[in-house]
């Protein structure tokens, strides 16, 4: 059974950090390209970052580059979004999914997602 479980969301300041992660089981996660996605109230879901199977490439949306950044430890089935410099517009509800192919930002593509932590920036 392949599994996947965001953690690490919750209430932050403008300016302020949080770091997800992504805990996987059930699969052989250096065998899956790892996206993560978001969602505002109103809005479609927006990839945001992506890594490859095995870390040595990544993607990021404009919106993010330079504040967020995505990693994977394999030996620990977890993949990490850092988020940095968050702005009121980063709220949303971030997804992590995976995908046996090579990296992407296209929602479809993705077979596998878990079920999202919420992400609140404000003040």
């Known amino acids: 059974q392949l599994r996947l479980v965001e953690s690490g969301g919750g209430l932050v300041q403008p300016g302020g950090s949080l770091r997800l992660s992504c805990k996987t089981s059930?699969?052989?996660?250096?065998?899956?390209?790892i996206g993560w996605f978001r969602q505002a109230p109103g809005k479609e879901r927006e990839g945001i970052s992506c890594?490859?199977?095995?870390?040595?490439?990544?993607n990021y949306a404009d919106s993010v580059k330079g504040r967020f950044t995505i990693s994977r430890d394999n030996a620990k089935n977890t993949v990490y979004l850092q988020m940095n410099s968050l702005k009121p517009e980063d709220t949303a509800v971030y997804y992590c999914?995976?995908?046996?192919?090579?990296?992407?930002?296209?929602?479809?593509?993705?077979?596998?997602w878990g079920q999202g932590t919420q992400v609140t920036v404000s003040s």
């Open positions: 890594i490859s199977k095995g870390g040595g490439s990544t």
């Open positions: 999914a995976a995908r046996m192919g090579w990296l992407s930002l296209i929602r479809y593509e993705y077979g596998y």
């Open positions: 059930g699969f052989t996660l250096d065998d899956y390209a």
